[in-house]
């Protein structure tokens, strides 16, 4: 028994709630209040009377299934279904109706439909897309909602924009998934036939000509050897010629169509005119010339007239099989070709002398011929001769002078650009080679003088400065202009190419000659000496490979004598002695036969280094004026790299870790500076630190 609804008695309906939220019902679309959403539940969430819910999950529980977006799990998913409508043809006498077969695609990623007629030929009706691909909504009165998933089944009709669709059948994967959707998937339904089409296939099939007809398919040749063309070259030597001349062909054989055509290769400055083809792309009969046929005389089929014209002036035709009266052309195919045969073109005999590769494998696959030997067809060209050029006349460079011999158009001579990009001075790379060089004179005054000899690996140029001294009564300065410098006991009118001095003439310990100065190269400083030592392949002098293969060569018979002079020198068994020393240990035992520069990369080889300390505050001071320089900004990424590879979170990391990702950021800092940061933190740490 309900309680009056009186002050006092009824109680509060709010008691227990926690919810009083609105949902917004109204909104705005084009400028215009409208109601947005009927679903949308009352206050607090609770139904409105007389309102359904769609619940939340409707086949499977919660935690079921993929949580992403529509988009994502079902991208690329399409439920395909096979449909058919009616259609009223009013206009027509021989239809009253026409049945339309079509596919409907229902597209899972966003509820969408396309419908889709398979186009059919000849058919005079509009096919294809019949329903673009968007979503359609209820028929009414549901207009307000659209078709989802559950509106389609097996046997089921759907009606889009009043037109009824009849579902027929479906793909396999389409029933799949509704299986899995919980929907009991009907029996599949027949598709009716169209009965005009019916009628005019009947009509079409009593209209089928009885005219003799032969299939004749070359579609499959053409598929299976469409662009495969064998090449031979040949050889016509032409009678009617007054001398004779062998004229050179290239023979090319079309395996798509059996066709031949031939094309002439003509030598320069012969006196014949260049045509495109010596023969045009045909089949080529073997038995050519022949006389001319008349009209019809050659056809792919022979008909027979059993009636003749007895019965009103009509014939019956049939086909002949046993081709009576026809005739047979024999045409060259790609068995009677070889090299060595003699082929008829149109009354010309052509020898096949070669062929390509391409033509060779297709031989050796289909005929299991493995014999390719050419046949000898040209003649042994004439003996070229010698290029030969004037002396040099003295005026200007001999390559400049060599320039004018090579043409009427007289042009600079020709640079090495490449070696000028990779030799040239690139960062801290200088690429020059620098010595410290004496003069051999018996002149006291000269004897003191240094000079300086730079050798520029860009452009193989030599430069010398002399080393200014004080009170000595000479300038210093600049001694001999940059430039490419021959080498001493060469003509000078002569037509050969003079030589010049290259980088593996200079090393420790050379004498060379310029412009009749001899100097004796005494020393050379240490990027020289690591540039030398670093392209052992092109300075053998620099080579511990081969010096030391050189040493035991000389060396290898008094093994015992030498290790008693080396432990002679070292009196205090310390395994160390000085260069000096060793130097004079190893021009004694090799009674001179290395140069300065070998003992000096030997004892480079086998020296101690030198440790020495190094400054931190010093380098960062460095490192962080390149760095404002060049404006290296990019701290965040390399440390977030570094921490990224600090696995451990042990704040260190080795060095070998820390210089490439150095390196991959590009950090404008020299290789040597950046080694001695490292190394300090290896030293200070035993590990360099991400700092």
Excluded at 292 to 305: E, S
Aim: hydrophobic share 35%; proline share 7%.
């Amino acid at each position: 028994m309900a309680l009056p609804l009186l002050p006092g008695v009824s109680r509060d309906r709010n008691i227990g709630k926690e919810k009083f939220h609105k949902s917004q019902h109204w909104g705005f679309c084009n400028d215009v209040a409208m109601l947005v959403d009927e679903n949308k539940p009352g206050v607090g969430g609770k139904p409105l009377p007389g309102q359904k819910l769609t619940p939340k999950y409707s086949v499977f529980p919660e935690g079921m299934g993929s949580d992403a977006p529509a988009w994502v799990a079902f991208d690329k998913q399409v439920l395909s279904f096979d449909a058919y409508f009616d259609e009223e043809v009013p206009d027509k006498n021989q239809e009253l109706y026409r049945i339309r077969h079509c596919k409907i695609y229902f597209y899972l990623e966003d509820d969408t439909i396309q419908v889709i007629e398979p186009r059919v030929k000849n058919s005079g009706i509009p096919q294809g897309t019949i329903v673009r691909r968007h979503r359609i909504p209820l028929p009414p009165p549901c207009e307000d909602q659209f078709y989802t998933i559950d509106h389609f089944n097996i046997n089921t009709e759907v009606t889009f924009y009043a037109r009824k669709y009849k579902i027929t059948d479906c793909d396999q994967f389409t029933k799949n998934f509704l299986r899995k959707m919980g929907v009991r998937l009907n029996p599949p339904a027949s598709q009716p036939d169209d009965p005009y089409t019916q009628e005019r296939q009947k009509i079409l099939d009593s209209m089928a000509p009885f005219r003799p007809y032969e299939r004749i398919d070359t579609l499959k040749q053409f598929l299976e050897h469409d662009g495969h063309v064998l090449r031979f070259f040949c050889l016509w030597d032409d009678p009617e010629s007054m001398f004779h001349d062998p004229r050179e062909l290239v023979l090319h054989y079309y395996l798509s169509d059996d066709t031949i055509d031939i094309k002439e290769i003509v030598p320069v400055n012969s006196g014949r005119d260049a045509v495109p083809l010596f023969l045009r792309r045909d089949k080529l009969p073997k038995h050519a010339p022949i006389g001319l046929y008349q009209p019809g005389t050659i056809t792919n089929r022979t008909v027979l007239n059993v009636l003749g014209n007895s019965v009103g002036n009509k014939g019956r035709y049939i086909l002949d099989n046993r081709k009576t009266g026809t005739v047979h052309q024999e045409f060259y195919k790609d068995g009677d070709l070889k090299i060595g045969a003699v082929i008829n073109v149109w009354g010309r005999k052509i020898i096949l002398c070669d062929c390509d590769e391409f033509t060779k494998e297709y031989y050796r696959t289909k005929y299991g011929i493995e014999d390719f030997t050419p046949v000898s067809y040209k003649a042994p060209p004439p003996p070229k001769r010698e290029k030969t050029f004037p002396p040099y006349t003295g005026f200007g460079s001999e390559e400049d002078s060599l320039c004018s011999c090579m043409g009427l158009i007289l042009k600079p001579p020709a640079k090495d650009f490449k070696k000028f990009l990779e030799k040239d001075r690139i960062g801290m790379e200088s690429n020059i080679l620098r010595f410290l060089a004496k003069l051999v004179t018996d002149n006291p005054i000269d004897k003191d003088r240094k000079f300086i000899i730079s050798y520029f690996l860009s452009d193989d140029t030599i430069s010398v400065f002399e080393h200014v001294q004080r009170n000595s009564g000479i300038h210093g300065g600049k001694f001999l202009e940059r430039g490419r410098i021959k080498k001493p006991g060469q003509e000078l009118f002569k037509s050969e190419p003079s030589e010049y001095f290259k980088a593996q003439d200079l090393y420790v310990g050379a004498r060379v000659c310029f412009h009749g100065h001899n100097f004796l190269l005494v020393d050379a400083d240490e990027y020289t000496l690591n540039y030398m030592e670093k392209h052992a392949n092109e300075f053998s002098v620099a080579d511990i490979g081969v010096i030391l293969k050189k040493l035991k060569v000389i060396t290898e018979s008094r093994s015992q004598e030498i290790r008693q002079l080396f432990a002679a020198t070292d009196p205090d068994h310390n395994k160390v002695i000085g260069y000096d020393v060793f130097r004079n240990l190893i021009v004694r035992i090799t009674d001179e036969a290395f140069s300065d520069h070998e003992v000096m990369t030997l004892g480079r080889y086998y020296s101690v280094k030198d440790e020495c300390q190094m400054d931190l505050h010093y380098l960062l001071a460095v490192a962080q004026e390149q760095l404002k320089k060049n404006r290296f900004e990019n701290f965040e990424q390399l440390t977030a790299v570094l921490l990224y590879n600090d696995r451990e979170k042990c704040g260190v990391l080795p060095r070998e870790v820390c210089r490439p990702i150095c390196k991959s950021f590009k950090l404008p800092l020299a290789d040597d500076d950046l080694q001695a940061l490292l190394t300090i933190h290896k030293e200070q740490c035993h590990k360099p630190t991400i700092e």
